[in-house]
Structure formats: C-alpha cells, structure tokens
C-alpha cells in the first residue's frame, strides 16, 4: 500500500467514527474477513470475530436508540467519550509500521477529525430534536446509518473518492457548525429569558 492508502484509510476510519463507529467498524470487518480489502497497518484487527460480533451488537443497539430523539441525545452524549478516541486510535493503526512520530501525528488528527465529525453530528441531531414532528430524526438516522456503511465501502475501493468527501466535510463543518450553535443558542434564550439578559 502506498502512503496515499494509508491516509485514505486513516482520515476515513476518523471521520466515519465520529458520525457511526460501530456500523463502521462491522462493515470494515467484514470486508476484511471475507478478503475483499486489505486493510493497513494493524486495523486488519476489525476482522477477526469477535471484533466483528461486538461491533455488530453495538451496531445494532445503536441502530435502535439512535431512532429515539431523546435516547439518541444521550447516546451521543455518551460516545463523545468513546467515538472521538476510537476514531484517533484507529488513524494511528492505519499507520502502525511507521516512523513513532507519524503515529503520533495521525493520532492526533484522527483524533480531531473524529471531534469535528462527532461534533457535527451532534449539534445537527440536537437541533433536528427540538422539531415537534418525530419523521426528521428517524430520517436522519437512517441516513446516518446508510452513509457509514456506503462510506465505509468506498473507503475500501475507492480511496480518492472518500479523500474528496472528507474535504468537503470539513469545509463544510466550518461553515455550518457556527450556525448550528448560534440557533441552538438562540433557541435556549426564548426557552430560558434570564439567559437573555
């Protein structure tokens, strides 16, 4: 594999944790197992079993809460703790026969990019939340559900392509993520006037 490869599986495996980590992983896994990629470094692991299992379980718990608007809140919550450092581990393993210092670096980048796709897809859950109609979030997460999985397939066969999202995602969380958070801002100050003055 070349250096590109690397960094295609690593930006890709962060970006795609932060958003759906389990259906990620499962669906890396599985390609892997059934030799249909090869993935770098040491995150061939996502193949073995009773990687798969697990992240098959998660999956499919996630699956069901995500469905939930105020259960999803609380799940996101929680993986804030779980997809932002399994998003900077598995960068770090696309690079694992590197020099120390490249795994440091993808680390911490994968780190951020899971934060920020993480970020973003908590910010937009929690604004979808606050509409009275229950169809949008059940939209949303099924589309989340979709993208990971479709993403993660072209991860595998289609390196460039995902690079090409991924740049586009960031570009686009910096334009959207200050909007979401001035709305949500906006939003707690009618609820709450003394947050007004």
Known sequence: MDWLSHLGFAMGAAWLSGIRLYAMVLTLGLLERFHLVTLPGDMAVVGRNWVIAISGILFLTEFLADKIPAIDSAWDAVHTFIRIPAGAILAASAFAHFDPSVRVAALLIGGGVALSSHGAKAATRLAINTSPEPFSNLLMSLFEDAFAVGAAILMAFHLVV????????????????????????????????????
């Open 162 to 197: 995902i690079l090409a999202f991924f740049a586009v995602f960031l570009a686009a969380v910096c334009w959207i993520v200050p909007k979401i958070s001035r709305a949500i801002g906006r939003l707690f100050r009618r609820r709450n006037p003394a947050m007004a003055g």
